[in-house]
């Protein structure tokens, strides 16, 4: 069993081997790491003010990097093994903006999800949502006070939502096998909601 607590912050990791690290150069800030199984990597570093980080990887061979530079973000990444399969999930978040807020829940097992919050960001949230294996998000922020939704249930299912004007609101449901779905809203007070079920399906919507 290792233990490991690092200054100003809640740091777990039980089983071995497993690596957390946590790097604060702010102001105000909160992180927690908590790694339950084996072959685990955990970053948190925030160098912004008044931010909040939470990783949680229950499984193996899970990685997850939380990295806040700007100021009131808050990321909550969950990556936990599911009934049938499990591991080797991969989140990766990044965010220079301000006010914004990212959630990640990964159940399963390869799955990755890429979230950047630009500098020009703000009020911005996300939350992804992935049962399944070799499923693949990618979403950007950069405008303010959007909302995005994606989901993905089964396999193999690809999603890339990019949200660049403010208000715009996107919802991106994928249960099936293989389906591809591209977002794009750059424009105001825009709404979007894309649902594949079943194989093999693909989607592009772009509003501007």
């Known amino acids: 069993m ?10 777990l990791a039980l089983a071995t081997p497993a690596f957390a690290q946590d790097d604060r150069a702010g102001y105000n800030d909160v992180s927690y790491i908590e790694q339950i199984g084996s072959n685990n990597k955990a970053v948190a570093y ?3 003010g008044t931010q909040g980080s939470t990783i949680e990887q229950l499984g193996s ?5 939380n990295e806040l530079n700007g100021s009131n973000n808050t990321s909550v990444v969950l990556q936990q093994a599911s009934a049938f399969v499990g591991g080797g999930n991969l989140n990766e978040n990044r965010m220079v903006g301000s006010n914004d807020q990212n959630g990640v829940v990964q159940s399963g097992a390869r799955n990755t999800a890429y979230t950047t919050f ?6 911005t949230s996300s939350l992804i949502t992935q049962d399944g294996a070799d499923n693949a998000v990618d979403y950007t922020s950069i405008g303010t006070n959007n909302f995005s939704l994606i989901s993905q249930t089964f396999d193999q299912n690809g999603a ?4 660049a004007g403010a208000n715009n609101v996107s919802y991106l449901a994928q249960d099936g096998l293989a389906n591809n779905a591209g977002v794009s809203q750059t424009g105001m007070s825009a709404f979007s909601y894309v649902g594949q079920t079943g194989n093999g399906n693909v989607a592009t919507v772009t509003q501007n």
């Open 2 to 11: 290792k233990i490991l607590v690092l200054a100003s912050a809640s740091v």
């Open 118 to 123: 630009d500098q020009a960001s703000s009020g």
């Open 46 to 48: 925030q160098n912004g």
């Open 61 to 65: 061979n899970d990685e997850a990097l």
């Open 160 to 163: 890339t939502v990019v949200q």
